[in-house]
């Protein structure tokens, strides 16, 4: 799971191996050493293995630790997402109350406070922090599926900003495709 994750990477004094050598290297000390090559001492080496591209790198990483040290998932569809004039977290802060915007990220927590008279909140993170999407019941309602199951959403609707306390009042959801890997979310609805 180390060797998965990227953990071992930086314990060969060779700068230039890489996650799939290192789980070359693992599987390699935990096989039987037949006869033939008993007594051949084999350091660290490259493996005939091909780098992981980032989608692999993530999936492995939330897949072994539940995070990334890596870049957040968010920051490899930032430039398309600026393209079409969705909103990072961060540049939600300064859009001023009651103007229409969008906003995406992965799903890290749903709450359905039983004070709240059927609202859902949702937070959504970024590479840049986390923003909060309001989810009126009749919303709810025709977007279930997407609002409950799917990991990367795009919002959009009314930005409410009051006291630099700043949610969007959700008015269209879907599903965004970013990557495939397991990101963790606490659901309390």
Not at 51 to 72: C, F, I, K, S
Request: hydrophobic residues 40%; charged residues 25%.
């Amino acid at each position: 799971m180390l060797a998965r994750i990227g953990a071992l990477n930086n314990i060969s004094s060779d700068a230039a191996l890489h996650r799939r050598d290192a789980l070359w290297q693992v599987e390699k000390a935990v096989r039987k050493i037949g006869p033939l090559l008993e007594g051949i001492v084999d350091m660290d080496s490259f493996s005939p293995l091909g780098r992981m591209n980032v989608e692999e790198r993530l999936v492995a990483d939330y897949q072994g630790a539940g995070l990334t040290t890596g870049p957040h998932p968010m920051a490899y569809r930032r430039k398309t997402l600026q393209q079409r004039g969705i909103k990072s977290a961060l540049e939600l802060q300064s859009l001023p109350h009651g103007r229409e915007a969008a906003t995406a990220g992965c799903v890290i927590v749903r709450q359905r406070p039983g004070t709240a008279k059927g609202m859902i909140f949702m937070t959504l993170e970024d590479e840049t922090g986390t923003s909060r999407v309001i989810i009126s019941p009749d919303f709810y309602d025709k977007n279930r599926m997407t609002v409950l199951h799917e990991r990367f959403v795009l919002v959009s609707g009314l930005v409410q900003n009051q006291d630099r306390v700043v949610h969007v009042k959700a008015r269209h959801i879907q599903r965004l495709e970013v990557s495939a890997a397991s990101t963790p979310s606490y659901d309390f609805h």
